[in-house]
């Protein structure tokens, strides 16, 4: 299932993901869109019954993107020939009733993430998804009709991805490494539930290659594919791929971004990590973000390490949110210049929408439970039950139940 890799030289985006504003287009040719008010006209009574109509304009729509948006709300009120989309989407936006015709005035923001071009349109509350390979001919991929009555739809099942901090410094190979931070990122496939479960580095897990060893050294030497396979068999979950970066893709990849707040839980004081913080709310930069995450020297050790990995994700994730989805084209396009991916664009997009349907902070954050022990000379984690019980939980998308972290 897994594509080859690909380094894209140059968020979550941000991490995974983020443009919006007023609209010309700017020197990067990514139209900046205007906040449009929906208009929503009933055609007059007459003795012959005219079929509602979507009627859609776009400036600056690239190639038969509007056409397509517009074929889009066209089939959902019933009135064209269905667009080039999923026919899991087509299916989630069968309409019970034909609303009013509609006059769209949309918003578009296209770039490229891996050699695809991406773009978002979005007019009001709705949200349209697109890619294409040549810029040319564009096939929808997603969309939220808040206006029509549907909730969103970006893709046909769950999106699981294995996200992987790799301990390689910046001139280091961050796919030979060690998996330093491992965290299994799950969006359910309504796109409104998400959580985040890290494993820790040093479990003691049996690999997809035969044999057994500490997590966190199944990378080195055999790459992020061998490291999904085994996090799969460890957690019996269907992963859609991983997303790997090391400490210079890290820093480079916040710095692009943006430096964003982060809620520090008590302060710190840690010369090995370079962690030197007051408690509370402040702004990080790449630099600052890996010294937090990097800081061990805390009580519960990995395990609390792990979980304010997950916090820097929340926190980054929310920083995107603040710049609306408007912005994921350019932030895709920053997330894949400082990571390793073996996601194509369209799942990237998919993913990255996503982001926006739920509260950050109100998704699970957690560190699945093991033992500390020793196999032979080596200090290792044994996963138990409880463990366990998670991965069967979260295999449809889904935490059910959320344990105490």
């Not at 397509?68 to 999923?86: C, D, H, K, T």
């Not at 993430?113 to 349109?121: D, G, K, P, S, Y």
């Not at 859609?240 to 943006?258: N, P, Q, R």
């Not at 973000?289 to 800081?295: E, G, I």
Request: proline share 7%; hydrophobic share 45%; aromatic share 8%.
């Amino acid at each position: 299932m897994l594509a080859p890799m690909r380094r894209i030289a140059p968020l979550f985006l941000s991490l995974l993901l983020i443009v919006g504003g007023c609209q010309a287009s700017d020197t990067t040719g990514v139209a900046t869109p205007t906040t449009a008010q929906p208009t929503i006209t009933t055609a007059p009574a007459t003795t012959t019954t005219v079929p509602p109509r979507a009627s859609v304009t776009a400036s600056d729509a690239p190639g038969d993107l509007a056409s397509e948006i517009e074929a889009l709300y066209q089939a959902v009120i019933g009135n064209a020939a269905s667009p080039e989309a999923p026919p899991g989407l087509l299916q989630h936006l069968t309409p019970t009733a034909p609303p009013a015709s509609l006059t769209i005035d949309t918003a578009i923001t296209t770039g490229m993430v891996l050699e695809t071009h991406v773009a978002v349109a979005t007019w009001v509350d709705d949200l349209v998804l697109a890619v294409s390979d040549d810029g040319s001919d564009w096939r929808i991929v997603g969309a939220r009709l808040t206006s029509l009555g549907f909730g969103p739809w970006y893709g046909e099942e769950p999106h699981q991805i294995l996200v992987i901090g790799s301990d390689a410094r910046t001139h280091e190979d961050p796919l030979r490494l060690r998996a330093d931070s491992l965290h299994i990122v799950s969006i359910g496939a309504d796109g409104t539930t998400a959580s985040i479960v890290g494993i820790p580095r040093d479990s003691w897990v049996e690999t997809s290659y035969g044999r057994t060893t500490k997590f966190t050294n199944v990378m080195s030497g055999r790459g992020p594919e061998v490291v999904v396979e085994t996090a799969e068999l460890t957690t019996g979950i269907d992963l859609d791929g991983y997303v790997v970066t090391g400490f210079g893709g890290f820093m480079a990849l916040i710095d692009e971004f943006g430096a964003f707040e982060i809620d520090i839980p008590f302060a710190m004081n840690e010369p090995k990590s370079g962690a030197y913080f007051a408690a509370g709310r402040q702004l990080v930069d790449g630099a600052q973000a890996l010294a937090f995450a990097r800081n061990r020297t805390l009580s519960g050790g990995d395990f609390t390490r792990s979980f304010h990995h997950g916090v820097i994700m929340q926190w980054g994730l929310s920083a995107a949110q603040g710049k609306g989805p408007s912005a994921l084209p350019s932030d895709l396009g920053i997330l894949t210049r400082h990571v390793y991916t073996d996601l194509d664009a369209e799942t990237l997009l998919q993913i990255a929408a996503a982001t926006f349907e739920f509260d950050p902070f109100e998704i699970p954050n957690l560190v699945v439970p093991g033992t500390a022990g020793r196999a032979g000379e080596a200090s290792v984690v044994f996963l138990d039950d409880g463990a366990f019980a998670i991965f069967a939980d979260l295999t449809d998308g889904v935490l059910d139940e959320v344990p105490a972290n």
